[in-house]
């Protein structure tokens, strides 16, 4: 049953594990040949869809973490600007609204205080309507959104959340086709559309692929147990990979990790750099590939010990100072789903391997539902 760990050691295994299957769930039913359904998203989606001008996106911890990876997605393939912000800033300050905007939260659980209380107080900022991207039906989120979309990722326990994040991104991607569907202007033709629904068609055994690098991972995962500080790089979309794969560090390891978009590396945390800082990178096939690879020339030239998640198609190898994991080739919008399995991976046994409560971490709740 859901709430039974099975032949695993602890929920977030089983939990990481069952992303295969709830990508497929998430999927199910939502996509024709050439593209998204975009009565998906309720009856009113697709009028509410074409007015969208302007994005807002509310979320807390991992789930800000997906809104920042939409982001990304949002601007490049249906053109629309988008702002991502953390609800317990958000509800306090006094944003100003453009015209023809959407409103769009996260929540795994639907009921964390911020992100309600910021819903609450958005609609009475003159936005054209609310999504609501979920995993809890019937939850408060749920009922008080006037769009939902429920990520079906079935009940997580693990405090710290993974496949809900993965199946946020997918609602995400749904959402960023949808949009792009219903806009005339969208940069995304038809062709690319079509190319990104077979990629996502394709994405679940690919996932498999990536969570039978596991034994690989868990040797790499010995190099951390005994530091004190990590850092995570990654660029465009893959920033905020590098983000949400620090904060699974920090949460259930409690090694103090920090994620920096590589280019930034230079005006700053260049200077934590010696044989003490384990630097993890991912490294998928994209326009910034060629960036990435010298910044981690600069890591190395530091004495930095490089950890990198790589396209096996990129070049990029092994060497003293450099561990290397290879994961499969994917179509670039989908890369920073299936890059952030092996950072859930390396935190989970990391954490084994310090003995921490992986499943109920000191200080945390899995739901914040005061404030
Ligand atoms: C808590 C959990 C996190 C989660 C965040 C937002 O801090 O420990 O795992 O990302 O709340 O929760 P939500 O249910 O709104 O996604």
Known sequence: GAASKGEYRHFMLKEIYEQPAVISAALEGRLSDTGVLVESFGPEAATLFARTRQIHIIACGTSYHAGLVARYWL?????????????SEYRYRHPVVPEDTLFVT????????????????????????????????GSSLVRESDLT??????????????????????????????????????????????????????????????LALNDEIEVLSQAFAEKHHALFLGRGAHFPIALEGALKLKEISYIHAEAYPAGELKH??????????????????????????SNLQEVRARGGQLFVFADKNVGIHAHDDTQVLHLPHIHEALAPLLYTLPLQLLSYHVAVLKGTDVDQPRNLAKSVTVE
């Open 75 to 87: 601007e490049r393939y249906a053109g629309v600007p988008v702002q991502v912000e953390v609800a």
């Open 106 to 137: 996260l929540s795994q659980s639907g009921e964390t205080a911020d992100t309600l209380a910021a819903l609450r107080y958005a609609k009475t900022l003159g936005y054209i309507g609310a999504l609501g991207i979920c995993n809890v039906p």
């Open 149 to 210: 979309l429920m990520t079906r990722a079935g009940p997580e326990i693990g405090v710290a959340s993974t496949k809900a994040f993965t199946t946020q991104l997918i609602a995400l991607m749904l959402f960023t086709l949808a949009l792009a569907k219903s806009r005339s202007d969208a940069p995304l033709d038809a062709g690319e559309q079509g190319e990104i629904v077979q990629a996502l068609k394709a994405l679940a055994p690919i996932c498999q692929q990536v």
């Open 268 to 293: 700053g945390p260049l200077a934590l750099v010696d044989s003490e800082m384990p630097v993890i990178s991912v490294a998928p096939n994209d326009d910034l590939l060629e960036k990435l690879k």
